[in-house]
């Protein structure tokens, strides 16, 4: 048995489905925040620790309550919800009748500009707030470049295959 991978019912239709479920998430957490830092529905330890209860889980998001970690909580969540955003729409259009469409191209560039410029300025902005780059910051940047690189090639493979489906078409 194979596994149909473009198309209706294929594994782009249960990615989709599985990525825009994980933006939701992370939409549904940054939410959560920004709500409950609005409402003031949260607490303040006296260790400057901010802590954020959870409804309906007995959990608790914790960190320091100072502007950087703010910061850098929210430009993850907004990242990584846009991440999973615009990888849910190629897995869409993988999902259609014709694979090699403008709109296919068009979200991979943007998935190209998200994966290379955002993690480049979040290593630049933190070394110019820290003054000092740690590994754990340049990893995940190198894996999203990386990523960012792959979808250049794959956007030009779509285009090529965008150019010669019209071709195909015209002769027809």
């Given at each position: 048995m194979s596994i149909k991978m473009f198309g209706k019912k294929s594994l782009s239709t249960i990615l989709f489905y599985s990525t825009r479920l994980i933006m939701f998430g992370y939409g549904i957490f940054l939410l959560l925040i920004i709500i409950s830092l609005v409402s003031n529905n949260f607490v303040i330890t006296e260790t400057n620790e901010l802590?954020?209860?959870i409804p309906f889980t007995g959990s608790m998001?914790?960190?320091a309550f100072d502007p950087f970690t703010?910061?850098?909580v929210f430009c993850f969540l907004i990242f990584y919800a846009s991440f999973f955003l615009v990888?849910?729409?190629i897995f869409k259009t993988f999902s259609a009748e014709k694979l090699f469409t403008q709109e296919?191209?068009?979200y991979l560039k943007w998935f190209t500009i998200i994966n290379l410029i955002i993690p480049l300025a979040y290593v630049?902005?933190?070394f110019l707030i820290n003054n000092t780059i740690t590994l754990d910051d340049v990893t995940p940047a190198l894996l999203h470049i990386g990523l960012?690189?792959?979808a250049t090639f794959i956007a030009t493979i779509f285009k090529q295959g965008f150019i010669?489906?019209?071709?195909n078409e015209l002769t027809i």
């Open positions: 802590q954020i209860h998001i914790k960190g703010f910061i850098g990888l849910s729409f296919a191209i068009k630049i902005i933190g960012g690189i792959f010669l489906q019209e071709e």
